[in-house]
């Protein structure tokens, strides 16, 4: 009988630690399953008794430490931060003392991330200030980085002002331009020179100099003293109608032509391509170089639309249309997260397409797929993606604008308060900017969260500085006869 005790036991000695490690294991797969429903946001509905999947919302704002409210529940971390919440529509308010708050109805999808990271507080009561004083404006641009200003005072006179902005004051310094680089006009007093636009590196800026009722040259002035001024006119022997960079090269340009050509510049090795495309409507110059246009109805009354690979010298059909003589035609490429998409303007309406394009000299064929279908009450005037990322798309006539996320597959609408008679601007990568009668505004991509900057303001051109904490524009002093430009604070510190 001992002998029989002895076995048994070391039996269950042996058997213990198996079982032990046994259930140390299904404990530890089970913790982990548990952490992976979790990570994929299921959570215990204890009303239903069910076990549902919900989302991330990943908050952030400017000025960060906000407090956010989800529904009636406020949270007790603040931005940025993240949490999960069940799918649906939410509606969420980010506040912090001494700001506005802003508020949103947001949806949330099973398994997925919503980013609520570009909330933008405004101060209740902004701190403004004069930044600078100019003794007149006749023209006047923002660069592209949002460092600096370019400034003509007087229009009959080939002289820019570069004003660069910090956080204590601003930089002036002044290019006039030579000149034996100015065609001399034969009608006293009809020269007028403004500004035409930057170049991406933000060290060019284009003047259109007009003289003699109907003629017109470009001249490219540098804020660098050793190549002060160009005039491209003459340099290139053509007639230009619009001229617009290369975003990937600052060495390349594109015209159109008064004679309805596409042609590319290169400015380093003074060289001028043949036309790329005749009979030319219009041209746009995407952000990896490649360009889009329309054309003119021909003969047949066949009007199309296509593209140019970057370097390359054969264009690329990508569309015909017939009936739109006199109407709105355009296209626009784009690329956001490595995916492309065409925009096509047409009339009163845009197609978005998600697109592979292969290069413009090749024969293979476009492959695309229609993703959305924006439409306005009258002929879109102006369409485009928003800068650098190029999420949004936007199509606009006035102030009736709609624009379409490419990332929540989401259309709004979107009235800013003041009549617009020229393109909506982008404040940054998520907001509108609209300049009308004065008043300066900023919204959300969708329209929401509209809030005012300024109502005085005498010039569309304003920046963002680029470490957010300051907003400028520009506005009269009638009583003293100058032009200030003012710097908004965007914190109360």
Known sequence: MKAMYEYDSKRKLRLRPTFTYAVMILTTLGLVVVALFIALGYRYNQFDGRFEQGGMIQFNSRPSGAEIQLDTAKLSNRTATRITATAGNHAVTVSRDG??????????????????????????????????????????????????????????????TFSRVHDTGVEHSSVAVPADKITVSSTAGSDRFSLAGWDYVNKRVLVLHTYDADKAEYLLVSKDSGDPARNLSTE????????????????????????????????????????????????VVAYNGWIGYATYADSSGIRTVGYVSKDKLTAKTVQTFTNMSGRSLSYTIASYYNELYQLVVAGDSATVYRAELPSSDSMDTVQSKMIAKLSLAKDVAFAGFSPREQRFVYIQNGRDIVTYDLELSSIATVAPSAALNAKIGWLDDFHLLSTADGTVEFMDYDGTNMQTLARNASYAATLLAGNDKFFYYFTRDEAAGTVRLMRLSLTTE
Do not use: C
């Open 236 to 283: 290139f022997g053509i007639s230009i109608a619009e001229f617009q960079y290369d975003p990937t090269d600052s060495d390349v340009a594109y015209v159109l032509t008064m004679n309805h050509d596409i042609r590319r510049l290169n400015l380093s090795t003074s060289t001028l391509s043949g036309p790329l495309v005749t009979n030319a409507s219009s041209l």
């Open 99 to 160: 700001y506005k708050p802003w508020q949103k109805q947001a949806t949330v999808k099973p398994g997925a991330v919503l980013w609520l990271n570009y909330v933008r507080l405004v101060p209740t009561d902004p701190k403004v200030e004069t930044a600078a004083t100019y003794g007149s404006i006749a023209s006047v641009m923002a660069s592209f980085d949002r460092s600096r200003f370019a400034v003509i005072e007087n229009d009959t006179q080939p002289t820019v």
